[in-house]
């Protein structure tokens, strides 16, 4: 399983000097097309994005995100509730609720 990340060259910088390969840079592909080409890749098993991004992504994308265990999404950044969310989503992902 990889990790990878969806997001303008800003956000995916840090990501790819880390060493992650998968990245999609948004100026170079649209959001909504870097979705579905991660959503479908086997290989991916978390992937990145930044919270404004997702808010921008039609709502079928974001129900396909909200709902997918793989890949599993984790949102970073903006005004969403991040660690929440993250919460959920490994709770999601492993089937226990590690913080308890």
């Keep these: 399983m990889e990790l990878s ?12 000097l880390a060493g992650i390969r998968k990245v999609f840079d948004t100026e170079s592909i649209e959001v909504d097309a870097a979705v579905r080409s991660a959503l479908e890749d086997p ?3 978390i992937l990145i994005m930044h919270n404004d991004d997702i808010s921008k992504l039609p709502d079928s994308l974001k ?17 969403g ?15 226990v609720d590690l913080w308890k």
């Design 5 to 16: 990340v969806i997001g303008n060259s800003d956000f995916v910088t840090g990501f790819r």
């Design 43 to 45: 290989e991916i098993g």
């Design 63 to 79: 129900r396909a995100l909200n709902e997918s265990v793989q890949p599993t999404v984790v949102a970073l950044g903006g005004s």
């Design 81 to 95: 509730a991040g660690s929440a969310n993250l919460r959920e989503k490994i709770k999601q992902a492993v089937g």
